[in-house]
């Protein structure tokens, strides 16, 4: 996954990603931050507003200090809305396995199939190999949903918003934003399949600095 130093850009777990800054994946930097929720100032655990039968989703929590704002994340379709409950999911599975140095997280390994959370670690590694975490906060927004026409799998995109959130080393202490004159627009793209329980996990994500338009 393409996240920066900060450029706090998720989505890059395939090759293209938007990490300028210091350590993500990439071009080593630690650009791209995945996950708050609007609204809740104090850590956050949530559960996808349609569970699919069968299939507890784990309990994600992360600490105040970094926030994912989830903007217009709705959609009247449910099967829609269900895509977009397990990416936000996926994408709060991300920041919290770095703030917490747990590559290996159960929140982590059920939002992505093999090969997905092959590529998130990889992700997750830029950060913790430089002892940094995130904080700040990352607006997520215009989220879109493409279904595929046999039903199992769907492309989530979306666009984060890096200005206000930074990277910082738990050694040294020092925080990080994105250089001067970094767009902190990132635009994702996030391939997706149905499994057995219904959930929609991430098999690849795909991440373009400056692909967002407002």
Known sequence: M???????TAAALTATTALLLTGCGGDESPDDIKGAESGSPSPSASAPATAAPGAKRPEITLPRSFRLAFQDWKSDKSEEQAVLNDGKEELRSGYAAIIDNDLDSEALVFYHTTSGLSQAQQWIKTYTDKNL??????????????????????????????????????????????????????????????????????????????????
């Open 2 to 8: 393409a996240r920066r130093a900060f450029t706090i």
């Open 133 to 214: 975490t995130v904080i700040g906060d990352l607006p997520v927004y215009d989220p879109e949903v493409v279904l595929g026409s046999g039903g199992g799998n769907a492309v989530l995109n979306y666009c984060t918003d890096e200005s206000k959130a930074s990277t910082n080393n738990l050694k040294t202490g020092e925080v990080q934003g994105n250089p001067p004159g970094t767009d902190p627009e990132v635009f994702y793209s996030v391939s997706m399949t149905k499994n057995e329980q219904g959930v929609w996990q991430t098999v690849s994500v795909r991440s373009e600095r400056g692909g967002c338009q407002r």
